[in-house]
């Protein structure tokens, strides 16, 4: 079975809560596992909110890295959703378990984009001379 991408749900709990409502370390963590899966970074966005909590997303060409905190529970939400299979988003999680402290983390992995049942591998990315103009 191929799929066009993976997608892992990160449970982060039992996380450090100062770094979880520390701005600079929650981006500067979504952005090294970015680094550490091999992913290309396209652009980064972060919020935080009053008087706690973080959301914010990395968005890489192979697709995004996402997370919204919740220190006051030392818990955090984390989705990492990678096309193709050049991206090693299990390198970013086991990176941001470590980053957050968590001593209790969950891992969930789904398929997405399974849109063939043939035994060849999907692209990932449409190549320009692929592209037809509809008129």
Not at 47 to 72: D, N, R, Y
Not at 80 to 89: A, E, H, L, Q
Request: charge should be negative; proline fraction near 4%.
């Amino acid at each position: 079975m191929h799929a066009l991408g993976t997608h892992l749900l990160v449970e982060l709990k039992d996380c450090n809560r100062e770094i979880l409502k520390d701005l600079k370390a929650v981006k500067d963590a979504m952005v090294s596992a970015a680094r550490e899966a091999k992913a290309t970074i396209i652009d980064v966005s972060f919020h935080e909110f009053s008087p706690f909590g973080i959301s914010g997303m990395v968005v890489i060409a192979e697709s995004h890295l996402s997370i919204h905190t919740w220190p006051e529970y030392g818990y955090a939400a984390v989705d990492i959703f990678t096309c193709g299979d050049v991206i090693k988003p299990e390198e970013a999680a086991r990176y941001l378990i470590e980053r957050f402290e968590s001593r209790n983390p969950s891992i969930v992995e789904m398929k997405r984009g399974i849109i063939s049942h043939q035994n060849e591998k999907l692209p990932h990315k449409v190549c320009d001379a692929q592209l037809q103009m509809v008129s």
